[in-house]
């Protein structure tokens, strides 16, 4: 206490472990852009306020591993913007 701490800004990164050596590696992803209105989509979503300024990050289409350099396309498995086609609603 008494010590001022330093404050970081935490951003939004994707991670994931190259099955060729094993690495973890970490992405920020890119901003997305977005339209107003699925802007305020993704806000409802997500019960971000609307006003909130924050960049939506999205998920890199490709990724290199920091370790051994090999190069993969990535998946995503979040449904973030790609809503199921076949409307399937399992909420329950
Ligand atoms: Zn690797």
Redesign the pocket.
């Known amino acids: 206490m008494g010590e001022k701490q330093e404050k970081v800004l935490l951003h939004t990164a994707f991670w994931w472990e190259?099955p060729?050596?094993?690495?973890q590696n970490f992405d920020h992803g890119s901003p997305m852009e977005l339209s107003d209105d699925e802007r305020k989509e993704l806000h409802r979503m997500h019960g971000v306020p609307e006003d909130d300024e924050g960049e939506w990050m999205g998920a890199p289409e490709k990724v290199t591993?920091s370790?051994?350099r090999?190069t993969f396309d990535a998946q995503h498995d979040s449904d973030l913007l790609q809503p199921d086609p076949a409307g399937d609603d399992d909420s329950d």
């Not at 060729?20 to 690495?23: H, N, R």
């Open positions: 190259c060729g050596c094993g690495t591993c370790g051994c090999r």
